[in-house]
């Protein structure tokens, strides 16, 4: 099944292949960032807007969940941020005119980066059953279209109400709860495809999904392991707290199939020697891992601690008084079989023996990880044992250790303990009912794949979506697809134009709204909202830009003015809601635990930190009271002859699915995006030469083929076996089908591939 892909996403003429760099940031990185922002909003602009990014009194950056914490630089902002800051402080509007020329036809052709160059959406748009364009309309009808196929539908669970990270805290809640005085709990988010397997993970064995060190903690560790995390590109910010860190005597362990530039050296832009010299040298140990290979080498380093006689290799105290299962996790941790391990991570015993010696060395370990380990079809046991690791030596729970699972969009984590979440915990609903005086459904709702099943198969027909591109964010690109396709009914809140605009249900809404950076005017006055950042710290975010259009709505209030529409008997004060946001802060700290007096707290300098108690206080709220340790099968994901393992990234040129540029200047990437980095060894033995165009074929135990045509082969020192190429392009190759045990995250990072030789439609295996 060949799919065409948009049109200049094919358009590779000037693609140019150089060395991968071995440092991040620095002057490059800073001079590319003001061109693209001098690009999307002129001199005077960029300027105003960027010295606001992170600051006391500004906005918080769209563009990661890093904390700030109290080193903020006048210009605290990276190449990225300020790269997501231009996207949508972007001077480029997008009017009726627009969509009088183009056939929402045409626009599902035009690639994802070419949608995003169109500017800023300025007016809600409609397209009609059976049209081919969108057409301008009042606020007023939009609302009532859709509350009215809202309330056509045969149950509330035919709906499907997603989520994005940027949403603030007060329009998830508010989100939310419209959505269960609706009657469902059908509210998938991208941490479905993000960080649930963190999660999930973290939840079973230590009480809380979230993480357990704040940022001064990094200065306090011994050794940090980044595994499975490039932030170079994703948490640039993160590099200076590293390289904080590392002035502090911590030593740091990189664990990655790729030599990723910003794990390698750093040049701090905001220091003069950051400039000039060569930068600091950040990870002291590579361990260049196989795709798939961490629950192996932590199970490894679990037995070697285990076998050690060295002493103090574990806290028998800290085990003793606050862990559950050490017994049993001992036991199969000592029959673990080398050769298994050895195959599954690719390294030496030498290297992991190593290794062992910086751990015993450690006093204090941090293990900060992302999207290398949740998108994994063993991503939940991985993270367990992750968590055995810590827990082995007592760090969890004290200053300098812990586990650091980096967020992705801002305010992903926020809008979770904020109730977006199709399971939610019962104590969240018994307080949301005494707050409000309804009874919210119990049942569990839709995730983000089984919300694409439904629609599927036809048992969801509405698809609401706050923020986000859920067509192209999401895996099995043809039949997600398909998918939207077949919905009455999709609408979409956004700033920019993408592909989930173009690919509609057979009524189409597209309802645009006011980004970060912009001044939210309600009546009681000028507004803020609030995010959770990584580590559980809220604080404010006031946007100061004239908005990109008069006729923009806040996220809080296109849920309020929707849910007057659609429950006009709910008894629930919306209009107060939006009137002013304190009081949808006040319903807050009445429902959620850890915010009372939210709205005098999120008011004072640098804001407040969420309570967590294995941090806090060495408690543990889960079922048996204790830090469960866990027993998790180590089985070796072995790829057929042949083939090859591909994890799907970021370029460092592009905000998940927004596209800003074609460059990936890391990896010395310029001009083109439809790449396959694989290593040398492994074209040799395929017979496949650097710079062959080949198609990328997937292969699954459903037997349906599903393949990305016309990859240049570039030949770049990935772990042996293993690939990677871009997403969004490369997720047609994800099967919608796997995903990881227990969080149901797509394996975006473990799909097994064929290459095969030619372009579109490709002719036999090379
Ligand atoms: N500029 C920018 N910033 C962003 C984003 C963006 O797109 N652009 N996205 C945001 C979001 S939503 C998120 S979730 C984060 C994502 O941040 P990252 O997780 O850093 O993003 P990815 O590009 O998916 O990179 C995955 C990294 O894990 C490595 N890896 C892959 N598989 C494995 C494995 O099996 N084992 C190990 N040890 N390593 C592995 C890859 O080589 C790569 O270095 O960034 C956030 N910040
Ligand atoms: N193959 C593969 N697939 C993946 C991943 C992967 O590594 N590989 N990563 C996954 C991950 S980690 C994530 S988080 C998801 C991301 O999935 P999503 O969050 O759904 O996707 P984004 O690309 O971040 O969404 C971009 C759109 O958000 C809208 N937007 C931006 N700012 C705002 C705002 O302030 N308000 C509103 N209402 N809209 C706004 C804009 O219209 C923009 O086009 O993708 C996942 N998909
Ligand atoms: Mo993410």
């Excluded at 055995?388 to 300098?400: E, H």
């Excluded at 580590?535 to 003015?561: F, T």
Aim: net charge negative.
């Amino acid at each position: 099944m060949s799919r065409k892909a948009p049109d200049d996403d094919f358009d590779d003429t000037g693609l140019r292949v150089s060395r991968p760099k071995e440092w991040a940031a620095g002057v490059p990185g800073v001079t590319a960032a003001l061109r693209q922002s001098y690009d999307q909003m002129g001199v005077t602009r960029t300027a105003l807007t960027l010295l606001r990014v992170n600051q006391k009194q500004g906005f918080d950056c769209p563009g990661c969940a890093w904390p700030e914490g109290d080193r903020r630089h006048v210009a605290e902002f990276c190449e990225n941020g300020a790269k997501a800051v231009a996207e949508e402080a972007t001077t480029r509007r997008i009017t009726r005119e627009f969509f009088a020329r183009h056939t929402v036809a045409e626009l599902a052709e035009r690639s994802d980066h070419w949608l995003g160059q169109q500017g800023r959406l300025t007016e809600p748009m409609l397209k009609r059953a059976g049209s081919e364009h969108y057409e301008p309309v009042p606020w007023d009808e939009a609302f009532r279209l859709l509350a009215s196929e809202l309330t056509a539908l045969d149950s509330p669970d035919e709906a499907v109400f997603y989520t994005s990270g940027r949403t603030s805290n007060e329009a998830a809640f508010a989100y939310q709860l419209f959505v269960r005085a609706f009657g469902t709990n059908n509210l998938p988010d991208c941490s479905n495809m993000c960080h649930e397997s963190s999660g999930s993970a973290l939840s079973e064995t230590i009480g809380i999904g979230k993480g357990s060190v704040l940022l001064e903690d990094l200065d306090r560790a011994d050794l940090i392991f980044v595994v499975g995390q490039n932030p170079g590109t994703n948490h640039p910010r993160m590099l200076s707290a590293l390289e904080h860190a590392k002035r502090a005597g911590t030593r740091i362990i990189a664990v990655n199939p790729l030599p990723e530039a910003g794990l390698m050296r750093f040049k701090n832009p905001q220091r003069p020697s950051g400039v000039a010299g060569r930068g600091t040298p950040l990870a002291d140990r590579f361990l260049q891992i196989r795709l798939n290979g961490d629950l192996a080498l932590f199970q490894a380093l679990n037995r070697l601690l285990l076998e050690s006689d060295a002493p103090d290799t574990v806290d028998h105290e800290f085990l003793d008084e606050h862990v559950h299962g050490f017994e049993a996790f001992r036991e199969h941790v000592l029959g673990l079989d080398w050769d298994d391990v050895l195959e599954a991570t690719g390294l030496t015993r030498g290297e992991i023996a190593a290794a062992l010696g910086d751990v015993l060395g450690a006093k204090r370990i941090i293990v900060c990880w992302a999207m290398g380990l949740t998108q994994h079809r063993n991503s939940v046991p991985t993270i367990r044992e992750i968590v055995n690791f810590l827990l082995l030596r007592g760090n969890i729970g004290r200053p300098g250790a812990g586990v650091c699972p980096v967020r992705g969009h801002s305010n992903v984590q926020g809008d979770r303990t904020m109730g977006i979440w199709e399971k939610p915990k019962p104590e969240f609903l018994d307080a949301l009912a005494a707050e409000f005086g309804f009874e919210p459904p119990r049942e569990h709702g839709l995730d983000t794949v089984d919300a694409i099943r439904a629609m599927r198969d036809g048992r969801a027909k509405v698809f609401l979506g706050m923020g986000g591109n859920f067509v192209r964010a999401t895996p099995d690109s043809a039949v997600t697809e398909a998918a939207l396709r077949s919905c009455r009914l999709t609408a979409q809140v956004s700033t920019k134009l993408n592909r989930s605009h173009a690919v509609t249900g057979d009524t189409a809404l597209i309802l645009p709204t006011l980004g970060r950076t912009e001044r939210d005017e309600q009546a009681s006055g000028t507004q803020f909202v609030s995010v959770e950042d990584s580590m559980g710290m809220v604080h404010a975010s006031r946007g100061r830009l004239a908005p990109a259009s008069a006729d923009l709505l806040s996220e809080v209030s296109i849920v309020c003015r929707l849910a007057k529409a659609a429950l006009p008997g709910s008894g629930i004060d919306w209009d107060a809601m939006e009137r002013d946001y304190d009081v949808i802060r006040d319903h807050v700290s009445r429902v959620v635990p850890g915010f009372a007096r939210y709205n005098a707290r999120v008011r004072q300098k640098g804001g407040f930190t969420l309570p967590h108690a294995p941090r806090d206080e060495r408690r543990f709220p889960t079922a048996t009271g204790k830090a469960n340790m866990t027993v998790n099968e180590l089985e070796v994901l072995r790829v057929p002859e042949g083939r090859l393992l591909l994890q799907t990234v970021r370029s460092h040129d592009q905000y998940n699915t927004t596209i800003y540029g074609l460059d990936d200047r890391y990896r010395g990437i310029k001009a083109g995006r439809r790449v396959v980095f694989v290593n040398p060894d492994d074209l040799a033995a395929l017979g496949v030469d650097d710079g062959a165009v080949v198609d990328l074929v997937s292969e699954w135990s459903d037997g349906v083929e599903r393949r990305a045509p016309s990859f240049r082969v570039v030949a770049y020192p990935t772990a042996r076996g293993c690939a990677a190429a871009y997403f969004p392009e490369t997720n047609v190759l994800v099967p919608l089908d796997s995903t990881a045990d227990v969080s149901n995250t797509p394996t975006s990072k473990s799909v097994v591939v064929r290459l095969e030789s030619g372009s579109p439609g490709g002719a036999g295996a090379v």
